[in-house]
């Protein structure tokens, strides 16, 4: 049921409906509007049926969406109905705390290893997990079903990391180091800045 | 000679070119061109010299853009050209992550307050900060300059804390939590959700 022909724009969005759609679920609700949901999300009812309609047909004129079925689709639209193995690069303090993160596992995704280059860092234990040295990071995931990485290293060496992600087969890489990375086609990045976000805003502050 | 017209879409990409401009000066860099810069961002020249060309003039056919005026010009646009106070509430291991990273000063912002509701973390002290009470939030910032915060709690109490900032005067809220918050007119909030960005890209993922 995946269109290949769905804008990004509109991929970028599900996500932020079924995180919306979850919470209401954890909350006792059954049934919403795309009234309701836009309300929720800041986004136009219009809006949310148009891209909705994109996958078919997800409610009922006038009853609105029975939350758990939109759950189901809008997992299996975004593969998350089953959860993805992903590795974590750089293990400083923002590392530690992802690592010890409890929101990834109940929305799709489950870290299974950590890697520095720290030699007195590899080896030691964070957690269930033992620190590997990042000069193993391609032997180690390539050819296994890891697809995905979160990398927390420093801006300097996020490149190289990245080139040897792409080397392992790894095909979206969640950035937060503070620059832009290359890598192929066929390979996205998604990039988690704070100060990116706190500049948008400060674009609409004024003085006073 | 900001717009108030200028696209939101717009403005979220200005942050995006400023860090690759910084990154290119940091290299010792002085000129560049929109293809270079667009390759570097993952963005076409075409839109590049488009969202540019909203605010003025800044780059001569054939000769390219002169790296620094840009960052300047760029600065200025974005009101990072002075420093932006921001209080951070919420300090788990992921607001302690946040308050020691270095990054944020040389890009328009500093930390200046933390909070946090646990009385046994209360009064202790973190880098140079005192955690302090998020009861006295409002008293603390009412009336100062501060307009700018970061939110770092667990999902169940964001809400109520954001409810609090908004009565406070802040107008941007960068947030951590996984949902979505509910602010008045002339307040903007953007979110830091690693989860939305991973399930984006799984999105494009096939098996093999």
């Known amino acids: 049921m995946n269109s290949v022909n769905v804008p990004d724009i509109i991929v970028s969005r599900l996500p932020v409906y079924l995180r919306a759609l979850q919470y209401m679920a954890a909350n006792g609700s059954t049934t919403t509007s795309s009234q309701e949901l836009g309300e929720k999300v800041g986004i136009s009812a219009a809006q949310i049926r148009k891209d909705l309609s994109q996958f078919g047909e997800f409610g009922k004129q006038g009853t609105g969406y029975h939350i758990p079925f939109l759950i189901d689709r809008l997992c299996q639209i975004l593969k998350v109905e089953r959860v993805w193995d992903v590795v974590l690069v750089g293990m400083g303090e923002l590392g530690h705390a992802i690592l010890r993160y409890q929101g990834f596992l109940n929305r799709g995704f489950r870290i299974v290893a950590c890697y520095d280059s720290d030699p007195a860092k590899i080896g030691t ?3 269930q997990f033992k620190i590997e040295d990042v000069n193993n990071l391609v032997t180690n995931i390539k050819g296994t079903n890891v697809k995905m990485a979160m990398l927390t290293v420093p801006a300097s060496v996020a490149q190289q990391v990245t080139d040897k992600l792409v080397e392992s087969g790894v095909r979206g890489i ?6 832009s990375l290359t890598v192929p086609p066929g390979v996205r990045v998604q990039y988690i800045d704070p100060v990116i976000g706190l500049q948008r805003m400060a674009y609409y502050l004024s003085e006073k």
Chains 1, 2 share one sequence.
């Open 125 to 127: 234990l964070v957690s």
């Open 174 to 179: 969640l950035n937060y180091a503070p620059l």
